[in-house]
């Protein structure tokens, strides 16, 4: 097998059974999507209009008033925020991330409060936002939301992602109607969702998406939502957002990448990883079933249960070897303390998962016990 890129530089090849992360490159991109950000690097083109264009088309697939193209979610996060307390006024603009004097609370749950890589707490205050946490981290009520607001709240922020508490939380419905209530922006932060128009039509004011994650596009993020708001996002270039700036080329990149998206189940279905899980259960000290995505999503998974009692080894011996061999094999590995790992083969290329399988094959009969 001819070597990629990466093996050329001198690079271990990877087999990325994790999932869309950051860690991993996100995600791979189609030859069509970098032909046109080759094409638009090299070029010239009046950034402003290209921003303002960019935001248009974008919006088209979201339904949203406007939309503002960013470097990543994580940067739409800190911008979304300090756009929320700026309102895009110039001298504000200026002033961040030192928020002194201005409402700058960020209100939400406890059990939102999460690491994607980094603390969300970080970017939040990238932006010149102080986190105002509500709720218990397993148990959030109306009243708390609504108690917790003040003239010194900037905004609300309502997480989606599977990294959440995903019980006892508070619905995007209640955060909607306490914004309004209070006249205040809803910020979403919807990294790797993969519906362009729920979050939107849901009632928020600034939804960020990465670009990379579910639309496959090169680096890059939005933020997609009302007028105002997005008018207040690209103020931030004048002040934060300056260095967060998206290039030309992967400004384009994310529009054609989007212009090939449809809202389809991405991976195989259940029934189709059905046989991977038999061949897996079929090894010594090995136990493979079928889960769903913890956030809901249409994401099927091979869930790899191992027993140290039979193998010898427990998850967290077997997961680093995966990781460790010839070819390094990353695989889903955020419940390794409950003795499980699991194989997301969305970013599995053909023949990927024979390969797996024979690695954990190989892992099996070596093992001592």
């Known amino acids: 097998m001819s070597q990629n890129i990466y093996q050329q530089l001198g690079l271990k090849r990877v087999i990325n059974a994790c999932g869309k992360m950051t860690i991993l490159g996100v995600s791979s991109v189609a030859s069509g999507v970098m032909q046109a950000t080759a094409e638009a690097a090299g070029a010239f083109v009046e950034i402003d209009k290209l921003v303002d264009c960019a935001g248009e088309r974008v919006s088209r697939h979201t339904g949203a008033e406007d ?7 994580s940067a739409g996060i800190a ?29 939400m749950l406890r059990g939102h409060i999460v690491d ?43 997480v989606k992602s599977h990294h959440c508490v995903q019980k006892g939380m508070l619905t995007i419905n209640d955060f909607v109607q ?9 910020i979403v932060d919807a990294a790797a969702e993969e519906d362009l128009r729920h979050w939107v039509a849901s009632g928020a004011d600034m939804v960020i998406y990465s670009g990379a994650k579910a639309f496959n596009a090169p680096t890059s993020g939005f933020i997609t939502g009302k007028q105002r708001w997005i008018n207040a996002c690209k103020a931030q270039h004048h002040g934060i957002a300056r260095a967060m700036k998206i290039g030309k080329e992967n400004m384009v ?24 899980a038999e061949a897996i259960s ?9 889960e769903q995505d913890e956030a809901g ?23 680093a070897q995966l990781r460790e061999g010839e070819i390094a094999i990353y695989t889903r590995r ?12 969305r970013t599995l290329a053909p023949g990927e998962m024979d390969i797996i399988v024979a690695r954990l094959k190989e892992i099996a009969q070596h093992a001592t016990h």
């Open 67 to 73: 939309s503002y193209v960013t470097s990543c979610a």
């Open 79 to 107: 911008i979304a925020v300090a756009a929320a307390i700026t309102q895009g006024e110039p001298d504000r603009v200026a002033q961040m991330p030192d928020s002194s004097g201005l409402a700058n609370e960020i209100l």
């Open 116 to 158: 994607y890589g980094a603390p969300i707490t970080s970017a939040i205050r990238l932006g010149g936002g102080r986190v105002m946490e509500v709720g218990a981290s397993n148990l959030a009520a109306r009243w708390q939301l609504e108690r917790a607001v003040s003239e010194r709240t900037a905004a609300l922020l309502f």
């Open 178 to 186: 306490v914004a309004r209530a209070h006249n205040l922006p809803l």
């Open 253 to 276: 990149g994310l529009l054609f990448a989007l212009d090939r998206y449809h809202l389809t189940p991405q991976g195989p279905t259940e029934a189709q990883l059905r046989p991977v």
């Open 282 to 290: 079929a090894l010594r000290g090995m136990q493979a079933d079928i």
């Open 297 to 319: 999503r249409a994401i099927w998974r091979v869930r790899i249960r191992i027993s140290q009692n039979e193998l010898g080894l427990d998850a967290r011996a077997v997961e």
């Open 334 to 345: 955020y419940f390794l303390h409950e003795g499980v790992f699991s194989i997301d083969p």
